[in-house]
């Protein structure tokens, strides 16, 4: 995907959006086998398990958003410092590094899928820690290009204009790559394992991701709609704050299972769904004063300006909203304490788990990949295309569906097996045999079908953008 109409971090960038596309799409592919699985046990049976499957899905969505987010680094740093971006030659090299590590990973998680209870285990096939199964030797490799990266981040950034956004880039990287290493060592005792374990679940996706999502959010609005960079900065630092607040205190809510003191219960539920909130305002402040400016402008005769990156902007209009929806909305309703006592470990977490990831992070992933398609081709405006339209129709109306669908079977277990049945053995099975759970199972089937179909009119169009003269006029 390089371009000679780039500099060298720009060009970079598209190589991490095109591998991170790669690994989007292998991760719906593995996410459809999966739940084939749950409706047909018997897909792949003794070929691929469904544990397998369900680790590649998930860390695959893991790898791909982490991808996205260094390729969208190196495309906005030259935009915001005005200098070429420092140590490109090793950023070049680790990435390389970093796409033979994931492939050799998943390799071994197809082909080997288990291996003994021992330390080989937990160095060259799996840790066993949903989320961040990867092994040992692949974590090591996974902290040292991260320290690469930020390297490259903090040198250019120091060097050239330190705008807000890079500024708060800058310390959000360190988190980032620092968060990380609380997943990379292993206690015999099962709640201290799991505390450690949730401050990478919770304090580096939803901390240190969500303040990565503003920044990526302000530079996005001031590049497609000429954002007045002092009012997207200001609800940065905002963010900053509520975020590193909110999200270290809202981390809280996981710990009604680990025996920590009950306040966390109460502290946690309420500060969690506190945390889309400035993102929000920052796209509701920022698209209110840009309408006023269009009206103003048109009054005084002049032309109205111009989305000029209508499918990126969709995309990032979604981010706000499905944020608001996936991390606000559906995460708050299961996370009081009162509530999770019945909904933990049910379909409950895999709703909102999917809508979160997919409207907080994905959303505006791909929207800076069509910033960088925009750039790559030198298109001056780019328009929607019915391949555009119709791809986000389905990705998100597929995603919308499974939603519904895991919060209805989840309703089912949590009514039968728990409410019902006291949370037995019994009562789970009676609760996976529930015709509503069953329904369920099968429309998320059915919509992640669309949300496939979806990803592949994105490819289309993602890879034909430039060569049809719509995208020019």
Do not use: C
Request: hydrophobic share 55%; aromatic share 16%; net charge negative.
């Amino acid at each position: 995907m390089a371009s000679n109409t780039l500099n060298e971090s720009k060009q970079l960038a598209t190589w991490y959006f095109t591998f991170a596309f790669i690994l989007f799409g292998a991760q719906l592919l593995f996410g459809l086998v999966a739940a084939t699985q749950f409706v047909m046990p018997g897909f792949l049976f003794e070929i691929l398990d469904f544990s397998v499957a369900r680790t590649l899905h998930i860390n695959a969505l893991v790898v791909w958003m982490v991808f996205a987010m260094f390729g969208s680094v190196y495309w906005l740093l030259p935009d915001e410092t005005g200098i070429n971006t420092i140590g490109i030659k090793m950023g070049k090299l680790l990435y390389w590094v970093f796409v033979a590590a994931i492939a050799v990973v998943v390799l071994v998680y197809i082909f080997v899928q288990v291996g003994p209870a021992d330390q080989t285990t937990i160095w060259f096939i799996m840790e066993g820690r949903e989320y961040i199964e990867a092994p040992r030797w692949a974590d090591i490799g996974i902290v040292v290009v991260a320290l690469g990266f930020v390297a490259n981040l903090f040198l250019t950034g120091m060097k050239g204009k330190q705008t807000g956004i890079v500024t708060v880039l800058m310390a959000d990287m360190i988190a980032f790559a620092g968060l990380y290493l609380a997943g990379m060592f292993f206690t015999d005792n099962i709640s201290v394992d799991q505390y450690w374990w949730w401050w990478v679940i919770h304090l580096w996706v939803e901390a240190t991701w969500e303040v990565f999502v503003g920044a990526i959010a302000a530079y996005g609005l001031i590049t497609m709609i000429g954002a007045h960079r002092k009012v997207v900065e200001m609800w940065l630092w905002i963010e900053v704050a509520m975020l590193f607040g909110s999200g270290i205190l809202g981390m809280g809510h996981h710990y009604f299972w680990i025996g920590t003191p009950e306040y966390w219960w109460e502290i946690g539920a309420l500060f969690s769904a506190l945390e889309p909130i400035p993102l929000v305002a920052m796209f509701v402040h920022v698209l209110y004063d840009w309408g006023k400016t269009q009206g103003a402008e048109e009054e005084a005769g002049n032309p109205a300006s111009v989305i000029n990156n209508k499918p990126a902007f969709t995309w990032f209009v979604l981010n706000a909203f499905g944020n608001f929806l996936g991390a606000g909305i559906w995460g708050f309703f299961h996370t009081l304490p009162q509530v999770n006592l019945y909904t933990h470990g049910t379909q409950f977490t895999s709703a909102h788990g999917h809508l979160a990831f997919f409207g907080a992070y994905a959303t505006i992933l791909i929207g800076m990949m069509y910033i960088a398609v925009q750039g790559k081709n030198n298109i001056k405006v780019l328009k929607n295309t019915k391949s555009s339209i119709w791809a986000v129709s389905m990705i998100a109306g597929g995603v919308m569906g499974m939603t519904v669908a895991l919060t209805i079977a989840g309703y089912v277990q949590v009514l039968v097996s728990r409410a019902q049945m006291g949370a037995t053995w019994a009562g789970y099975f009676d609760g996976q045999e529930g015709m509503w759970f069953a329904q369920g199972m099968d429309w998320r089937l059915i919509m992640g079908l669309v949300t496939f179909l979806g990803f592949a009119l994105l490819a289309k169009d993602l890879l034909t953008t430039g060569k049809n003269p719509v995208h020019e006029r």
